[in-house]
């Protein structure tokens, strides 16, 4: 029997001509990575195994973006642990104030990923790197720790879904609406510990950006990993960060399979996530007007270019409704030189929302947007569980960046569609 991607993977980094699933193994790692929350647990179980220095100084990163800048004084003790061990162990890829971003923007956009590469990251969205065709996932942070002092990682091999894509998207419909899609039809445990393996001819209907953000969620669906079939745009996105040379996977043809599941691209509408599960996935005609009080668009999911291009389409030469608060977060500090240099972030002051440095802050009810008990966010994040953004009164609804921009200027959940028809 033949091997999914994401099993050749596995078998290229286990010294193992052949995995299957359920196997379990050793295998080599590409890339270590935490943030400011998850590794300074790591680097004390790092001591605590008696490691003094790490594998490779090249293959590990540490991103500080969940309350960076320092949101208060537990938040710079945590850095500072960061600070110190990446500075005593002279750590390539240390990000900080200044030249940080959204950890899971900013490795593919620096380049420090590439197809074929085994990831592990103490954040459970970790398996965005799919996109590129990368086996990557999340871990816990004595992993992690683990990680950095030997440069391997147990794994047991998933089992997997083939999810076949069809068809194109339609105008003001993205890649957050296909994995809500996705997620609306499997549930959160639909893919429980299994790799999602994306391909088929709908693949060129989506650019890198859509598909980093759907590898994104595919946590959300329960998985294990998600994973896209390396296609021309993956090679070309690649090289032009700088990314290592690549190595392609592909599945075989008598590969196996739990299930496969096909999505046709071109009926996929504005879809949107009601509170409190991504599971509960409804398009505009399975519901009425629904009031909010704040729009934060941005976050690991949906914070890069695109995303940010798309909701200044919507918002120009518009106002945001009145008792609506609009928090625009650009992932990266690259991309928010970018959307300055475009004229976006002029479209989305004179709008009446606020632009922020990179930070993951409000997504994870951190800072930068906490909701209040009885308030309601539009958002363009991955998690809408009880309490997500702030009060556990409080109800998050997920959505892309055009669902976003449109809810900002009607002050109700709103269609890109239905907006950019007047």
Known sequence: ???????????????????????????????????????????????????????????????????????????????????????????????????????????????????????????????????????????????????MAIGKAWFKVPSAIKINLVGGLRKYVSGKDVILHIIGKIGVDGALYRSMEFTGEGLVSLSVSDRLCIANMAIEAGAKNGIFEVDDKTLAYLKEHGAAKPTVFRADDDAEYDEVIDIDLSAIEPTVSFPHLPENAKTFSEFGDVKIDQVVIGSCTNGRLEDLEAAAEIMKGKKCAKGVRVIIIPATQSIYLAAMEKGLLKIFIESGAVVSTPTCGPCLGGYMGILADGERAVATTNRNFVGRMGHPGSEVYLASPTVAAASAITGKITSPWEVMKQ
Do not use: W
């Open 1 to 147: 029997m033949g091997m999914t991607m994401t099993q050749k993977i596995l078998a290229s980094h286990s010294g193992q001509e052949s995995v299957k699933a359920g196997q379990l193994i050793l295998a080599d790692l590409d890339l270590v990575l935490g943030n400011d929350i998850t590794s300074p647990v790591a680097v004390n179980e790092f001591a605590k195994i008696g490691a003094d220095k790490v594998f490779d100084k090249e293959k590990i990163t540490l991103v500080m973006d969940h309350f960076v800048p320092n949101k208060d004084i537990k938040a710079a003790q945590q850095c500072k642990v960061c600070r110190d061990f990446c500075s005593q162990q002279d750590i390539s890829h240390f990000y900080d104030v200044g030249e940080m971003g959204i950890e899971h923007a900013l490795l593919p956009e620096k380049g420090l990923v590439t197809a074929g590469n085994v990831v592990i990251g103490a954040d459970s969205h970790t398996c965005t790197y799919g996109a590129l065709g990368a086996f990557s996932t999340g871990v816990g942070s004595t992993d992690m720790a683990v990680g």
